[in-house]
C-alpha cells in the first residue's frame, strides 16, 4: 500500500528545474509571488488566440498527473477554510459551484470540505430535456459558453452563501460574469470566490471590491496561494510565433500526438526526443444517450488488444458527477460504494504493476479521482491522477516546461460544438504500467474504441489499457402529478392534534364527536371471537400515574441522544438512498413522532423542508388507499417514504407489501416503494433503519400524550365511506398532560452532539449487508408455539409492542431477557399495575416479548386448555 504524498510539485521537477523556466526564459514571463507559487504551477503555451500562456497547476489533476490524494487534499482544505469563514450555521446552508471542464473536480473537493453543501458545476455538454437554470461566458477560454443544468430547479435559489470555485483567479472576468448573471435572477447576501491560487492584478482585485459595493453582497476570498504573472509587451504575438514554430517542427500534415522518449523503462518502442506521429481524426457518431445507461457489452473494433474493460457496478441512480447537482447524500452513497470498485480495479491490474495512471474526462473529473484515491490506499502500486481536455496546449519535452508530452485523439462523446481535437497531457512517456481510462457512458462510443481513438492511443505507450465506464446521469423528467382527486386536504394542528401544522399533515377524518372507547376485555374479547375488528373500537386512553410520567421523564433523559442518532441515521439512509426529497408518510400514530423528528433532522442538517403526512394502515385491512390516491395526485409516489417506529415480528411490514401489491393491481398509481424506514428494527425486517437494537423508545411508554393527542386510526363501514380517509380522535380534553412537542424538543436538542456519530454509521451502515433476514418473526413462531398460543398475532415482541399490550390489550405475561436493565423499567411498573407476571427467559432476541391474553373470555383457557391458569 502506497500513501506517500508530496508537497505538490509535479513529478518531472524531481530534477529540481522549474517546469515554467522554458516559457520564462523566452517569452520573459515572470510568476511573482508567494514562495509556494513554483510548487503549484509551471507554464506552458496555448494554441489560443486570447491568451499565449498557461498556468499549469501541479495539483489540480488536469495535466500534470499527481497523486490522488494530493490532489484531493488540496481542494478539501480549501472546503475546510471556506466552513471556519462562513461557520457553522452559514456554511449549512452554502452550494457550491464548480466551473467547466478544468474546476468540476476542484469543486467536488471544495464541498467536500464544507461537509454539508450541496454541489453543481458548469458544463459544455447541452441535455435534451433539461432546461437550463442559468448560463455564463469565460472570456479567456478555448470554449467560452457555460451552462447550469440542475436536476432540481431549487439548487440556486436561496440567500445561503453561493461558492464559486475555479482553479485560478487570473483576471476576474468569469467570476464577475457567473455572479452578474446569477444575482440577477437569484440574488443573495454573500459570495465566496475559491481558487488554488490568485493571479489578479491590483487593478483587477480593486474591480472585484467594486462589483460587490454595486450589488449590495459581501464577496469573499479563499486560495491557496496568491501572486501576479508579470507580462512583457507583445508577449501574445510572440508566443503564438513561438507555438507555430514548434508545431510545424514537429510536422506538417495533420493533428499530431507528440510524445518524448518513453521514461521510467515505459513499454513500446523509444522515439527519439521530439519525434511525432500523425493522427488524423474523424469522429464516429456516438451511442444513444439516456439515464445511467450502463456501458455497452457488444464487440468493440478494440476487442483484439490488449484491452481489459472492468464492471465497477456503480450504484443504481447515483450521479456520476455534479453536471446536475451532486448532494451530501450522493456522497455518503459513492463513499459506500467506493472499496469494492477499487478493489475491482485492483483486481484488473496486471500482475506486479509499480506506476498506474487513472485517467479521468474532461467534465469527468471527480468520480476518477475518487477512485484514484480509494486506489491508492488497496494497492502497492504508485498511483497517478490527471484528465483528458479539450485545451490545446504546445507539448515541448524539456524539464524547465510543464507539458512535455501531448497525445491528440478525436472527441468520442458527440460534443455540441461538432467534432474536434482532444488532449492527454504527460502520459505518454510517464512509464506507466498501466493506463486506466475512465469515462462516462455517453463517452463510450465508437470513435473511443476507434483505431486512432483513445483507447488505441494510450495503447501505444503503455503495456495495459483498462477501461471503466461510469453510466452518465441524466435526470428524469420532473413528475406532474394528476389532477388531484376530490378528497380533502390533510388535517393539521392545532385544529386536530397538538403538533404545529407544519410538522405532520394528517390524512384522516376527524371522528372525535363519535364515541368509539371501550372497556379493555370487552374489546378484547370481541376481537378474539371473530365478533369485531380491533380498528373497529378504541381503547380506553390510559391515564398514567404520576409514578409513571417520572418513569418517562427518566427514560426520556437517558435515550433522548440515543434516539437522536437513531433519527439521525435513518434519515440519511432515506436520502441517500431513496430520494433526495422525499415525502415522509408516517404509519399513525407510532410512527408519526419518528416522522417528525426525519422532518426535522433533515432541516437541521440540511436545511430541507421536507412534507411529512400521516395515514392509516390496519393489519388485515391494508393501508388507507384514499390516501394513497391523495398522496399520488400531489406529489411523486417514487418520492414517498413510508416511516414506522419500529418493527416487532414484521406483521405491518408484510401488510403494506400486500396492500401497495393491491392498489396497483386495481388501477392505482404506481411507484410507491412498500419498504418501510423505521427507526429500530429490532425483529430484521426492514433495510433502511436507525439501529436494530431493542431498546425503549419513550414515545412507546405512553398513547396519544406523545402522539400528538391523536388516537389510534379507526376503520368502521359506518363510519368511513368508500370515499373517506380512515377516522381518528383528538383528545383535547387530554392537553393537559401532552408531552408530544416536550418529546420531539428533548431529542431534537441532541442533534448537534450526535452529528459526528451518525455521519460514521451512515457510512458503515450503507456499506453494511442490510437484507432482512426475519429472525424476530421465527422467534414469535417458536415462542407462539412453546407456550401454547398458537396465534403469532398474540405474540408481541420488543419493548415498543410489549408496552401496546400493557397498555391496550389483555396481557397474559411478559417474557424479559435474563439481565434487561432500566429499558424495562416501565414494563416492570406497568405489568405490576395489572398483576401481569414477568417471567426471565435466556436466549431471546428482543428485550422482552408481550403475550396477550390467548383465547381471551371472562374465566378464559389457553389453547391447551391451562395456560392461563392463573
Not at 524539464?399 to 481535437?421: C, K, M
Not at 512509464?431 to 483505431?451: M, N, Y
Not at 390516501?627 to 419500529?646: E, I, M, T
Request: charged content about 20%; proline content about 7%.
Amino acid at each position: 500500500m502506497n500513501n506517500a504524498v508530496n508537497n505538490g510539485a509535479a513529478d518531472d521537477g524531481a530534477d529540481g528545474i522549474w517546469s515554467g523556466t522554458w516559457v520564462a526564459e523566452r517569452l520573459g514571463v515572470e510568476l511573482l509571488g508567494d514562495g509556494t507559487l513554483t510548487d503549484l504551477l509551471g507554464l506552458a503555451l496555448r494554441r489560443n488566440p486570447k491568451r499565449a500562456h498557461l498556468l499549469v497547476s501541479n495539483v489540480l489533476g488536469k495535466h500534470v498527473p499527481q497523486s490522488p490524494s494530493v490532489v484531493h487534499g488540496h481542494g478539501f482544505a480549501l472546503g475546510r477554510r471556506v466552513r471556519e469563514l462562513l461557520g457553522a450555521e452559514e456554511a449549512a446552508g452554502a452550494v457550491v459551484l464548480g466551473y467547466a471542464e478544468t474546476a468540476t473536480g476542484l469543486g467536488h473537493c471544495v464541498a467536500d470540505g464544507l461537509g454539508t453543501a450541496p454541489y453543481l458545476h458548469s458544463t459544455r455538454r447541452p441535455v435534451p430535456g433539461i432546461a437550463p437554470a442559468g448560463g455564463f461566458e469565460e472570456s479567456h477560454s478555448h470554449a467560452t459558453s457555460h451552462l447550469l443544468l440542475p436536476e432540481d430547479p431549487a439548487l440556486l435559489i436561496g440567500d445561503g452563501p453561493l461558492v464559486l470555485v475555479d482553479d485560478e483567479f487570473s483576471t476576474g472576468n468569469t467570476v464577475l460574469n457567473t455572479i452578474r448573471a446569477l444575482h440577477e435572477r437569484y440574488p443573495r447576501r454573500r459570495y465566496v470566490v475559491v481558487a488554488l491560487v490568485d493571479m489578479r492584478s491590483a487593478a483587477d482585485a480593486g474591480r472585484l471590491d467594486a462589483f460587490a459595493r454595486e450589488i449590495a453582497a459581501r464577496v469573499d476570498l479563499v486560495t491557496t496561494a496568491s501572486g501576479t504573472v508579470r507580462l512583457p509587451a507583445g508577449v501574445l504575438e510572440k508566443g503564438q510565433e513561438l507555438v507555430a514554430r514548434y508545431e510545424s517542427s514537429a510536422g506538417a500534415s495533420g493533428p499530431v500526438a507528440q510524445f518524448p522518449a518513453p521514461l521510467q523503462g515505459a513499454a513500446g518502442p523509444a522515439l527519439e526526443r521530439g519525434q511525432g506521429v500523425e493522427a488524423d481524426v474523424q469522429p464516429n457518431p456516438p451511442g444513444a444517450r439516456g439515464t445511467a445507461r450502463q456501458a455497452p457489452t457488444g464487440p468493440h473494433p478494440d476487442d483484439n488488444r490488449n484491452l481489459t474493460r472492468v464492471d465497477l457496478a456503480w450504484p443504481r441512480g447515483l450521479p456520476d458527477g455534479g453536471r446536475h447537482g451532486f448532494t451530501p447524500h450522493h456522497r455518503i452513497r459513492l463513499d459506500a460504494a467506493l472499496p469494492a470498485m477499487a478493489a475491482r480495479l485492483a483486481e484488473a491490474l496486471p500482475e506486479g504493476s509499480r506506476r498506474v495512471h487513472i485517467l479521468g474526462f474532461e467534465e469527468l473529473m471527480y468520480a476518477p479521482l475518487r477512485l484514484a484515491r480509494e486506489l491508492e490506499q488497496v494497492t502497492d502500486a504508485e498511483i497517478r491522477y490527471s484528465t483528458t481536455t479539450r485545451s490545446p496546449v504546445l507539448a515541448v519535452d524539456d524539464p524547465g516546461y510543464a507539458i512535455r508530452s501531448r497525445i491528440v485523439f478525436p472527441a468520442h462523446d458527440d460534443p455540441a460544438d461538432g467534432p474536434g481535437e482532444r488532449y492527454a497531457y504527460n502520459v505518454a512517456g510517464g512509464g506507466f504500467d498501466a493506463v486506466v481510462a475512465v469515462v462516462d457512458s455517453v463517452a463510450d462510443t465508437a470513435a473511443l474504441h476507434a483505431p486512432d481513438g483513445l483507447l488505441a492511443q494510450l495503447a501505444a505507450h503503455t503495456p495495459h489499457v483498462i477501461l471503466a465506464v461510469v453510466p452518465s446521469y441524466v435526470p428524469e423528467p420532473l413528475y406532474v402529478p394528476e389532477r388531484p382527486a376530490m378528497l380533502p386536504e390533510p388535517l393539521r394542528g392545532p385544529a386536530f392534534s397538538s403538533y404545529p401544522p407544519e410538522e405532520v399533515g394528517w390524512l384522516l377524518q376527524d371522528l372525535s364527536d363519535v364515541t368509539l372507547e371501550a372497556p379493555t376485555e370487552e374489546r378484547e374479547e370481541a376481537i378474539q371471537s371473530g365478533g369485531a375488528h380491533y380498528a373497529e373500537s378504541l381503547p380506553v386512553e390510559y391515564q398514567p400515574s404520576e409514578q409513571y410520567q417520572e418513569l418517562f421523564h427518566a427514560a426520556l433523559e437517558t435515550s433522548a441522544a440515543r434516539i437522536a442518532q437513531a433519527t439521525g441515521v435513518v434519515t440519511e439512509a432515506v436520502l441517500a438512498e431513496r430520494s433526495p426529497r422525499p415525502v415522509l408518510v408516517s404509519l399513525a400514530r407510532a410512527g408519526t413522532p419518528v416522522g417528525v423528528l426525519m422532518r426535522r433532522w433533515a432541516q437541521f442538517r440540511h436545511g430541507l423542508d421536507l412534507p411529512h403526512y400521516a395515514v392509516s394502515i390496519v393489519r388485515g385491512r391494508g393501508i388507507d388507499a384514499n390516501a394513497l390516491r391523495w398522496l399520488a395526485a400531489h406529489h411523486d409516489p417514487r418520492d414517498v417514504v413510508f416511516v414506522d417506529g419500529w418493527t416487532g415480528k414484521g406483521a405491518i411490514t408484510r401488510e403494506l407489501a400486500a396492500a401497495i401489491e393491491e392498489f396497483e393491481a386495481g388501477g392505482g398509481a404506481a411507484g410507491f416503494d412498500a419498504e418501510i424506514a423505521v427507526l429500530a428494527d429490532p425483529g430484521s425486517c426492514v433495510r433502511t433503519y436507525g439501529t436494530r437494537e431493542d431498546f425503549l423508545i419513550p414515545s412507546a411508554c405512553l398513547n396519544s400524550t406523545v402522539s400528538g393527542l391523536i388516537s389510534r386510526t379507526v376503520l368502521r363501514a359506518d363510519l368511513v365511506g368508500p370515499n373517506d380517509f380512515h377516522g381518528a380522535k383528538f383528545y383535547r380534553e387530554l392537553a393537559g398532560a401532552d408531552v408530544s412537542v416536550a418529546f420531539l424538543d428533548a431529542v431534537a436538542a441532541r442533534f448537534p452532539e450526535v452529528s459526528d456519530a451518525v455521519d460514521g454509521a451512515v457510512k458503515e451502515l450503507l456499506a453494511s449487508d442490510r437484507t432482512p433476514s426475519w429472525e424476530g418473526w421465527r422467534a414469535v413462531e417458536r415462542i407462539s408455539e412453546e407456550y401454547g398460543i398458537h396465534d403469532v398475532n398474540l405474540v408481541k415482541p420488543g419493548v415498543g409492542e410489549t408496552t401496546r399490550v400493557l397498555l391496550r390489550r389483555v396481557p397474559w405475561k411478559i417474557l424479559a431477557r435474563a439481565g434487561a436493565g432500566a429499558d424495562l423499567d416501565h414494563v416492570r411498573l406497568l405489568a405490576g399495575q395489572r398483576g401481569v407476571p414477568v417471567e426471565e427467559v435466556d436466549d431471546l432476541p428482543y428485550t422482552c416479548v408481550g403475550l396477550i391474553h390467548p383465547q381471551y373470555t371472562r374465566g378464559a383457557t389457553g389453547a391447551d386448555g391451562k395456560a392461563v391458569a392463573v
